[in-house]
């Protein structure tokens, strides 16, 4: 459950940045998060919410827009897509594959006023 | 309203501090992770029973509760610092940062960080060593390479563990090293075992390799350091 961290991470964000801009309240915080990050995207959901309450950013709607995976596959020196680590080149079927994106983890945007 | 901002930013930020002191000290750290019950203590105090007379080893233990480790460690003469994380599933890097003002390690010196028992959170934590090592013992399945692949994805290096237990398990060791190259083509293996020794000479060869990379590193910045003391003399002269 390193979601919760990672609620907790966020909730720092939003809040450093409602501070900047003034915002009394948050209504909706859009995050992305890589396929291949190591993070569930409904246990950070249910993470948010608990980390959320009490604070400037109670309530709010939270959004995860998905980055696909992406690997360089040695046997078709080429970029292709990966749904999971460990798999194998959906092209050449090769299992020589080093992940190149999909990994990252950022806070897009919010909404507040 | 645009943020876009790294939501692990603050703990690489805090690993990188870590890391530089790691550097300006010669340190070589390494960041032990496996699932619980690998043998990561028991490797690490025959890892100091071996090693520890050449290069000073500090380790910081990190577990949920319980001093049980520490101790251990601390019974083979070494230095260690527990971090309980109550009820976190991994180390951070500002936990690891408080850690090493209290383990105060010596310049040119081992320390080892062993990571809570879990294979699938501390994976994603930068704490500032230079290697995450992922220990698997011969007891667990060929396929976890395959069910916690973000681990060794993260690891530089993959010991497989207790390889003494080998001839009486239906373990393929080779399959299990295929399963982690598949997730990992880049990651290096040793097979050893912590209770016999076997296999413990590569391990400890590979320790010392690291050791004097950070201090070479650190002797070659050392000069120009100095050079810039000088200079500033110099002006004020």
């Given at each position: 459950m390193h979601e919760m961290s990672i609620a907790e991470s966020v909730r720092g964000i939003v809040e450093e940045t409602a501070a900047r801009e003034g915002f009394a309240r948050v209504m909706e915080v859009r995050l992305e998060i890589g396929r291949l990050a190591a993070v569930e995207p409904e246990a950070l959901r249910f993470c948010f919410d608990a980390v959320m309450r009490g604070g400037i950013a109670e309530g709010a709607v939270l959004a995860i827009d998905e980055t696909p995976g992406t690997a360089w596959c040695f046997g078709c020196s080429d970029s292709v897509p990966v749904a999971m680590r460990g798999e194998p080149c959906p092209r050449c079927g090769g299992g020589q594959l080093q992940v190149t994106g999909g990994t990252g983890m950022r806070v897009k945007d919010l909404l507040g006023n | 309203m645009s943020v876009e901002r790294d939501i692990l930013a603050k703990n690489d930020r805090e690993a990188n501090a870590n890391r530089r002191e790691f550097s300006r000290l010669g340190i070589f750290a390494l960041n032990l992770v496996s699932s619980p019950g690998s043998g990561k203590t028991t490797l690490l105090v025959e890892t100091i029973g071996r090693l520890g007379g050449e290069l000073p080893i500090t380790v910081i233990e990190g577990d949920q509760q319980t001093s049980n480790d520490a101790e251990r460690i601390r019974a083979t003469g070494a230095k260690a610092v527990q971090v309980n994380t109550g009820k976190g599933c991994h180390l951070d890097a500002h936990m690891v940062g408080h850690a090493l003002e209290r383990?105060?390690?010596?310049?040119?010196?081992?320390?080892?960080?062993?990571?809570?028992?879990?294979?699938?959170?501390?994976?994603?934590?930068?704490?500032?060593?230079?290697?995450?090592?992922?220990?698997?013992?011969?007891?667990?399945?060929?396929?976890?390479?395959?069910?916690?692949?973000?681990?060794?994805?993260?690891?530089?290096?993959?010991?497989?563990?207790?390889?003494?237990?080998?001839?009486?398990?239906?373990?393929?060791?080779?399959?299990?090293?295929?399963?982690?190259?598949?997730?990992?083509?880049?990651?290096?293996?040793?097979?050893?075992?912590?209770?016999?020794?076997?296999?413990?000479?590569?391990?400890?060869?590979?320790?010392?390799?690291?050791?004097?990379?950070?201090?070479?590193?650190?002797?070659?910045?050392?000069?120009?350091?100095?050079?810039?003391?000088?200079?500033?003399?110099?002006?004020?002269?």
């Open positions: - | 383990l105060a390690p010596a310049a040119d010196s081992v320390v080892m960080i062993e990571n809570v028992g879990n294979l699938v959170c501390p994976s994603a934590f930068d704490l500032g060593e230079a290697h995450k090592v992922v220990v698997l013992s011969v007891t667990e399945g060929e396929d976890k390479p395959l069910k916690y692949p973000d681990m060794f994805a993260a690891a530089d290096l993959m010991i497989l563990n207790k390889c003494d237990l080998l001839p009486h398990l239906a373990f393929d060791a080779a399959l299990v090293e295929a399963n982690a190259r598949r997730v990992n083509p880049a990651i290096e293996i040793l097979r050893l075992s912590a209770t016999t020794g076997e296999g413990m000479d590569a391990w400890l060869a590979w320790i010392r390799g690291g050791a004097v990379e950070a201090r070479r590193r650190r002797a070659a910045a050392a000069p120009r350091a100095q050079g810039c003391a000088c200079a500033e003399a110099a002006a004020k002269a």
